[in-house]
């Protein structure tokens, strides 16, 4: 290991110690748990099961892994998290991996589900309308689809994959994953063949269990980064690559090959986008750039603000599903980032200047590793505080 790298590791170590010395400080409740591989995607499933007199209610997410050259798997894991009320921040059970103790519950995740994958797991969204149908993205071409009711707990040993739909159209692989919230079984995928596809799974495979893209979306001149479904009109989404531009498409034009509306939105690649989930004109992108910039749908001719604290590239924006002017951004800095579009503008005291914008809520979140999903953890937690 190079020198310079040697001494960037221990910088690592040295924050991530800090901070997890800090977390009964920062946190009701932290869990750590050791994946066996690392997992590149993760996003907690909506189905919440509360015990008759436990003090804990059981949760699910799914993960996948990253072997080197090993079998690969989808993972759907139970994690047993206290309720509200067994919470006590300055308790904790290093042992356990808790920080933040609570009452007499026991917090723990296990890997209840191993489905057998083709390669890595890219990125794993389940359909909202039926939460146990999720898509997995492969180093592949294609996206697979998985009903994780239909197969056994513990993998085929032969590793043979055997998803319960193959979605073809793309030439390469890729990240962009996104499901409509609005019309069942319609995902749209990102690629680094430049362009999107849509799917409509509920039409069913034409043979087997192939089904072919129902429209291939060919604007973009560059790696497609991401993709995302608008939350509030069924046929609008947005699309962003690494030819700087972000697009939005309608699915009831005529023409795939250009856009409603296409940006310069970034003078460096665009690596995410999230649009929000409270107000039909505003999203967010992210860039390698290191800021997060805000877009007003009805005047994409001017950015609305550029968010400044990220010291690398931003990988992925998430708007907190609980007020519509909290937004997060994680990336490569190894920082996750909550900003306030509220507090944009606000007068600050020079010390308070010293901690970054006005509108940097929570800054410097610390992970030791990073993560392509953090986001959609950290905000689903925020769910699980007020289900439990």
């Known amino acids: 290991m190079a020198g310079k790298d040697v001494v960037e590791e221990r910088v690592i170590r040295e924050e991530y110690k800090i901070w997890r010395k800090n977390t009964p400080f920062l946190y009701d409740l932290v869990m750590v748990h050791a994946l066996e591989w690392p997992s590149l995607t993760v996003q907690w499933l909506p189905a919440v099961t509360r015990l008759e007199g436990k003090d804990y209610a059981l949760h699910w997410l799914v993960l996948g892994t990253h072997t080197s050259d090993e079998q690969n798997h989808l993972v759907i894991a139970r994690a047993q998290i206290p309720s509200n009320d067994q919470f006590d921040a300055l308790q904790s059970d290093s042992e356990k991996g808790e920080f933040g103790g609570f009452g007499s519950a026991t917090g723990k995740i296990e890997m209840e589900i191993k489905i057998n994958h083709e390669g890595e797991v890219n990125r794993a969204r389940y359909m909202p309308q039926n939460p146990s149908v999720i898509a997995t993205k492969t180093p592949s071409a294609d996206v697979l689809v998985f009903d994780y009711t239909k197969h056994p707990s513990e993998p085929d040993p032969s590793g043979e994959c055997n998803p319960d739909l193959r979605l073809r159209g793309h030439q390469k692989e890729g990240y962009g994953l996104s499901w409509n919230s609005n019309l069942s079984g319609h ?166 200047v010293q901690d970054g914008p006005p509108e940097l809520l929570v800054g410097t979140l610390l992970f030791r590793f990073q993560c392509a999903d953090m986001l959609s953890y950290f905000f689903t937690l925020q769910e699980i505080d007020q289900l439990s």
């Open 187 to 352: 995902l749209l995928s990102a690629s680094d063949d430049h362009t999107v596809c849509l799917w409509d799974i509920s039409a069913g495979p034409k043979e087997g269990k192939i089904v072919d893209a129902k429209a291939i979306f060919t604007g973009h001149s560059a790696v497609v980064e991401d993709v995302a479904w608008h939350l509030l009109h069924e046929s609008l989404f947005g699309s962003v690559a690494d030819d700087q531009k972000l697009m939005i498409w309608d699915t009831r034009s005529n023409t795939t090959s250009k856009p409603s509306h296409s940006v310069n939105a970034h003078p460096a690649e665009v690596n995410c986008l999230a649009f929000n989930p409270y107000s039909e004109f505003i999203l967010a992108t992210g860039s390698a750039d290191k800021t997060v910039a805000l877009w007003d749908l009805r005047n994409l001719k001017l950015k609305l603000h550029s968010f400044e604290s990220h010291k690398d590239e931003i990988f992925q924006v998430h708007w907190s599903p609980h007020n519509e002017t909290i937004l997060a951004s994680s990336g490569t800095d190894r920082r996750l980032n909550m900003w306030d579009l509220s507090k944009i503008g606000e007068e600050q005291s020079a010390e308070d």
